[in-house]
């Protein structure tokens, strides 16, 4: 009897010497209770609610959401969610399309916190656009703007193939 070893090698994660790289400037965008709608980036136009920081590619979610805070003083309750997006031009059409690389919730771990940019598939000139979610209150619903959105860990997961064309 034949014996089989499968080996798959993992993708090792690129470290950046931050001391030798230069940062990069990401452009943030922040809306409350939902994403700003992909059109709004269209035409050198972009959604007044946006935040400028250098950081590297190797910049995590969880550093994004603690940069956020400092900025927005609504976000810092605990159980608030951030939903992140990256907001790309497409390459075949020029239009400009939102996928989803992660959520994080205020003050629990969870799988997305240690993503970076770059693992999730961030390029230069992209940007980032995250909605803030309040916390949930003890019946299941949002407690902020009248919204009953239910909490991400209730909401299908979406998965998505490569997402440039």
């Known amino acids: 009897m034949a014996h089989v070893i499968s080996q798959v090698a993992a993708p090792v994660p690129q470290t950046i010497d931050r001391e030798k790289v230069c940062p990069l400037l990401l452009r943030i965008f922040v809306k409350s209770n939902g994403h700003n709608h992909p059109a709004e980036f269209s035409r050198g136009t972009t959604p007044s609610n946006e935040i400028q920081i250098y950081t590297w590619k190797d910049c995590t979610l969880k550093e994004l959401v603690t940069l ?28 400009y399309q939102a996928r989803s ?33 309040p916390p949930v209150d003890r019946a299941g619903y949002r407690n902020g703007g009248g919204i009953n959105r239910r909490s991400s860990f209730e909401r299908p997961q979406r998965r998505f193939k490569s997402f440039r064309d």
């Open 101 to 133: 690389i992660g959520v994080l919730q205020n003050g629990s771990r969870g799988v997305d916190d240690a993503k970076t940019l770059q693992e999730a598939g961030f390029e230069v000139g992209d940007f980032i656009d995250v909605a803030i979610f």
């Open 68 to 95: 956020i805070k400092d900025v927005n003083t609504d976000s810092r309750k605990k159980g608030t969610e951030f939903d992140f997006n990256i907001v790309f031009a497409s390459r075949s059409s020029g239009k």
